[in-house]
Structure formats: C-alpha cells, structure tokens
C-alpha cells in the first residue's frame, strides 16, 4: 500500500511540476532559481560535516594506532611447563650401539641408495 500511495503522490508532484508557465520554463524551473541559494548554502554546508567528520575519524584513529603499546610476550616459570632433563635435551643425539661390522653394512645401504 505505501508503494503505491508514493507513486500517486510522485506522479501528481512531477505533472505539478512539469505545468508550463512560459515558453521554456515550468513550475520546477521558477522554483529552483528561488530555492538555487538556500539549496547551495545547505549542500555546501553538508559537504563541509562529511570533510571534516573525515578529517576528525583520520586523525582519530591515527592517534589510537601510535598510541598502542607493543607488549612483549612473558612466560611465568610458575605457569611454564616443567624443566627438561638433560637427558631429553633436543641438542643431545643418542647413542649407537651399533657394531663395526653393522655400521659397515649400513654405510653400504645408504650409498646404494643415493646411487
């Protein structure tokens, strides 16, 4: 219902609108040359609040970036997990029990592959 009642009301403005009162000019063209100053003033205005409300959000938020504090990562030992052994340190290797003739046979193995 609201649809159709603003199409009544849009084309009963527009045909008002449009009533020629001299050779080239309609009721819309008397109206805008009296409404042209206050509607420039106003349009004017507006655009200066959007400018400025941009120039205030850029200056706004270019003030909380610079003003964050970059905060180091801190590991409390009492909440860290526990010491490790010297035993299971990543820098020790194990050690090989492996006899000569074995290491032999595995330094073959390890050649033939890479051949």
Do not use: C, W
Not at 48 to 59: D, F, L, V, W
Not at 80 to 104: I, L, M
């Amino acid at each position: 219902m609201f649809v159709i009642k603003f199409l009544i009301y849009f084309s009963l403005s527009f045909v008002i609108l449009s009533i020629p009162v001299s050779e080239n000019k309609v009721v819309f063209n008397y109206a805008n040359d009296l409404a042209k100053p206050y509607t420039k003033q106003i349009f004017s205005s507006i655009r200066g609040a959007i400018s400025n409300s941009i120039t205030e959000t850029k200056r706004i938020g270019d003030k909380l970036v610079n003003n964050t504090s970059i905060k180091e990562d801190k590991i409390k030992s009492t909440t860290s997990a526990g010491k490790k052994s010297s035993a299971h340190s990543v820098d020790s290797h194990p050690k090989d029990s492996y006899t000569p003739q074995e290491r032999e046979a595995l330094l073959r193995i390890l050649q033939q592959t890479h051949h």
